[in-house]
């Protein structure tokens, strides 16, 4: 059973847009995953426009491959070095720790993760 950051069951990052190198919706990983798709990322207009002047485009449509594009506020996959780039450049999205697997520990700490941790906004802003 595949672990997230803390060491616990993975939990789904995002079934809508259906997210994940095997599309299941878990950042889960395995040895055909070359780029590690293991950061599940809240998507900000700041990060999809840094991706896309990097050549990973995740905002167009490409519906040959069934992808409707990314949006702010979705969550998705990242390659953890992806994301790792976008954070030294300042850009990096918040992170669901619960859904981002425990390889991504390979490459960045568990303490700088947690700096970007997402929080749900509560309804009831004062």
Not at 95 to 124: G, M, P, Y
Request: with cysteine.
């Amino acid at each position: 059973m595949a672990k997230n950051v803390f060491g616990e069951p993975l939990i789904e990052c995002s079934a809508k847009p259906l997210t994940g190198f095997y599309r299941d919706g878990c950042c889960n990983t395995g040895e055909e995953d070359a780029g590690l798709h293991t950061v599940c990322a809240v998507m900000t207009e700041e990060f999809l426009t840094f991706s896309k002047s990097r050549g990973n485009d995740l905002s167009t449509p490409m519906p040959l491959y069934h992808f409707s594009g990314l949006k702010p506020g979705d969550k998705w996959c990242l390659c953890a070095l992806r994301w790792i780039e976008a954070w030294q450049a300042g850009k990096a999205p918040k992170v669901i720790l619960e859904a981002t697997h425990e390889k991504t520990l390979d490459f960045v700490s568990l303490q700088e993760l947690v700096k970007f941790a997402w929080k749900r906004e509560t309804q009831n802003k004062e």
